[in-house]
C-alpha cells in the first residue's frame, strides 16, 4: 500500500479507530466504554470515535453506531481482506484527529481512564508511542478458561454482576492478563491491543503493513508494536492501571483452545520470517510506566511488584 493522505486541519485532538467482524454482541459494549458518558478526563469535543466493519456478514449499522454520540462514525469495507491490516489504514485515512487510537479488535472493553490518559501523553510528546495492558475477561487467559467451561453465556453473568457501566474499573475484579502482557506493564510487553500514537509517526511508519493477510492479521499487531517501540527517537510508555478487556467472540488465537494454538502461531511465524528476513523477538525496551492509583488495579501492582523483584538480580 503507499500511503497518501491529504493535509487538513484536524477536527479533533484525537481519532479512536475500531476494527469490527462479526462482533455484534461485544462492539456495543466497547463501543458504550468509548463514550463520554464512560470515560473521564477527557473532553467530549476532543476525540472522534471510527468504526470499520471488516465485511462483516452480521454487522452493525451506521444508525447503531451513530446513537452512541456524535463523534461516532462508522465505515463497511464490502471487499474485505481478512486480516484487518487494511481496515486500520482505512480508518486512519478517514481519521480527523492529530493523534490516533488503534483497536485491531473490537471486542475489547476499555478501562474509564484510558483515552484521557493516552491523549496527556501524546499533547505532551512529539513522538510519543503509547501502549496498553491487555486483559482477558474471565478467570484465566481465553485459550485456557475455554477449555474449563467459560462461555459467552458465563461472561455475560459476570459483566451484569459488576455493573461495570456504573464503574469500569470493576472489569479488574473479573479478568486476566493476556499472555503477551504478564509483565503486567512493568517491563517489556509483546503487544498492544490499543496503542496511541500522533498521525505523523503512523505515516513515518507506513501504518500496519498489509502483507500480514492471514485471517485475523497473523503477527500484524505484534510486529507494528514492535516496530513503533523500536522507532528512532520515539518515546515508549505504558499506561498502568488502565487496560483493554477482551470478550469471548470466536476470535482467530484469543479463544481458540490451547491444543490448537502451537500450529497456529507457527503459521503466523513462517510468515512473519518471510515478510521481515528474521523470526520474531519482542523488543526489548522497557516503556515508561505512567500510572495513578486505582483501588481496583491493586492486584495488578501486586503482580507487576512480583515480576520486577524476580526480574532483580540478587546481590
Known amino acids: 500500500m503507499i500511503w ?7 477536527e479533533f485532538k484525537l481519532s479512536v479507530i475500531v476494527v469490527a467482524y462479526n462482533m455484534r454482541r461485544e462492539v456495543p459494549r466497547t463501543l458504550f466504554s468509548l463514550t463520554t458518558e464512560f470515560q473521564r478526563c477527557i ?158 509517526l503512523f505515516d513515518e511508519m507506513a501504518g500496519f503493513d498489509e502483507r500480514f493477510d492471514i485471517p485475523g492479521g497473523g503477527m500484524v499487531n505484534l510486529d507494528f508494536y514492535k516496530r513503533g517501540c523500536d522507532l528512532p527517537g520515539s518515546q515508549l510508555f505504558t499506561i498502568f492501571g488502565e487496560g483493554t478487556f477482551h470478550q469471548m467472540h470466536g476470535g482467530v488465537m484469543s479463544n481458540r483452545p490451547q491444543a490448537e494454538g502451537p500450529s497456529e502461531v507457527e503459521k503466523y511465524r513462517r510468515q512473519y520470517r518471510e515478510i521481515r528476513g528474521e523470526d520474531f523477538a519482542i523488543s526489548g525496551r522497557t516503556p515508561l510506566m505512567i500510572s495513578y492509583p486505582i483501588r481496583e488495579f491493586r492486584p495488578g501492582i501486586l503482580h507487576a511488584s512480583r515480576t520486577l523483584a524476580a526480574r532483580t538480580p540478587k546481590r
Open 4 to 10: 497518501r493522505r491529504k493535509s487538513a486541519e484536524p
Open 43 to 200: 473532553d467530549p469535543g476532543d476525540y472522534e470515535v471510527i468504526v470499520v466493519e471488516n465485511g462483516s456478514s452480521d454487522a452493525l449499522s451506521a444508525e447503531e453506531v451513530e446513537a452512541f454520540g456524535p463523534n461516532f462514525r462508522y465505515h463497511y469495507i464490502a471487499d474485505a481482506s481478512p486480516s484487518p491490516a487494511n481496515a486500520i489504514n482505512v480508518g486512519a485515512a478517514m481519521a480527523r484527529g492529530r493523534h490516533l487510537g488503534i483497536m485491531i479488535d473490537g471486542a475489547r472493553i476499555v478501562s474509564p481512564g484510558m483515552l484521557g490518559q493516552a491523549l496527556g501523553l501524546l499533547e505532551q510528546f512529539d513522538r510519543a508511542f503509547v501502549g496498553t495492558i491487555s486483559f482477558h475477561l474471565g478467570p484465566k487467559s481465553q485459550t485456557e478458561s475455554v477449555t474449563e467451561g467459560y462461555t459467552q453465556q458465563v461472561e455475560d453473568g459476570l459483566l451484569e454482576g459488576i455493573g461495570w457501566r456504573t464503574n469500569g474499573y470493576r472489569l479488574f475484579e473479573i479478568s486476566a492478563l493476556a499472555s503477551t502482557c504478564q509483565s503486567a506493564g512493568a517491563g517489556p510487553i509483546g503487544e498492544s491491543n490499543m496503542v496511541f500514537l500522533s498521525k505523523d
